[in-house]
Every structure is written in structure tokens, then in C-alpha cells.
């Protein structure tokens, strides 16, 4: 099994990073918080899952050995994937997923696209006592039930500026895509990547 990919980063995606390693590029699938991490032509390292299926082998990339622990676990859970485990861990980190779990926050879960009222209810049953307790600082900063999710436009901001654009052009983008970020917002939670290709269309089309 593959723990971790260690190199320089050789291209970055909305939804993908390329590491060097050994020579080799090794893709990895990340969510925006990570990619916003990382640096084209610098030194990285990311704690990887690797995905087998009868027509595919895919990496999961995460920022450390915390998240993809969590990815993996939510795996065990019935009718999650690794695609829905992602976007799981897009929309909420680590302790807030945990936070979600512990208090039965269905409103938490229900921000993930994909996940509905009784799906949720199904996960709350079925996480119950899997993920563990908080470990951060966040597990004592908000106050019971508030599992707190970064808002879509810090998220999406992060990921343009890791990709290289300026503060400036974030913004820029951020402004254009924002009437389709509010009415996705009355099904849930905006969706990272529509909205990260919607952005890079438009800073593409200003260049």
C-alpha cells in the first residue's frame, strides 16, 4: 500500500495534483483545501490512498495522515465512495466531521452535495463511534452542534491562489462565479469543483 507521495509538484488541476516522484508524475485527486497547499515547482508531501477497482487504480491525495485516515473511514460507511468521502472532506475537515458525528448534526452533513435528510441520518448511525473524538483547537472554539464548514468563497479563494493567480484575480473570479454559488446554495452547499471550473473559465477568458 501506498502511504505517501514525497517530490516537487509538477502541475496542479481543480481537482488534481501532479507529483514528481522518482521521475515519475503520480496524480493524485485532491480537494480545493488541499491543492491550495501547494506550490508548482516546489517540495510536497502527501498522504495518499490508493483506490483499486477492476478498471481503474486512483490516487486520493490529503494534506496529511489525519485526513486520509478519515477518508478511508468514511469508506466503511454503506453507499459512500471514495468520490463522496472526498467531497465529505471538502466541504467539513477532519475534527468537524468528527463534531458532526458526535452530535448528530444532520444540518452538517446535509451541506455535502450528494448527501440528503436521511442519508444523513443513515451516516450518523453508522459513523457513531468510528471517527474517534476532536483532536484540534477547533474541537473547543464553536459551540455544541456548529460544525462550522469554511464558507465556499475562502475555499475557493485558497485554491486559485495555490494554483498561482493573484490575490486580485481571485477575487475577480470569485465575484463572477458568486450568483452561481447562491442559487446552488438553496440545494446545499455550493459544489468546490463546478465552481473552481466556472472561476478558471473566467480568469482564462480575462487573459
Known sequence: MIAFVSGLVAALAPDTAVIEVGGVGMAAQCTPNTLSGLRIGRQARLAVSLVV??????????????????????QTASGIGPRLAQAML????????RRAVAQGDEKALTAVPGIGKKGAQRLLLE??????EPTGAAA???PAGAAAPVPWSERLRAALVGLGYSAHEAETAIAAVTPT???AAADGAPKMSQLLRAALRTLNRAR
Open 90 to 97: 471538502a466541504v467539513h475537515p477532519p475534527d468537524a466531521l
Open 53 to 74: 477497482r477492476e478498471d481503474s487504480l486512483t490516487l486520493y491525495g490529503f494534506a496529511d495522515d489525519d485526513e486520509r485516515q478519515v477518508f478511508e473511514l468514511l
Open 127 to 132: 459513523l457513531a463511534g468510528r471517527l474517534g
Open 140 to 142: 473547543t472554539s464553536h
Open 181 to 183: 454559488a447562491e442559487a
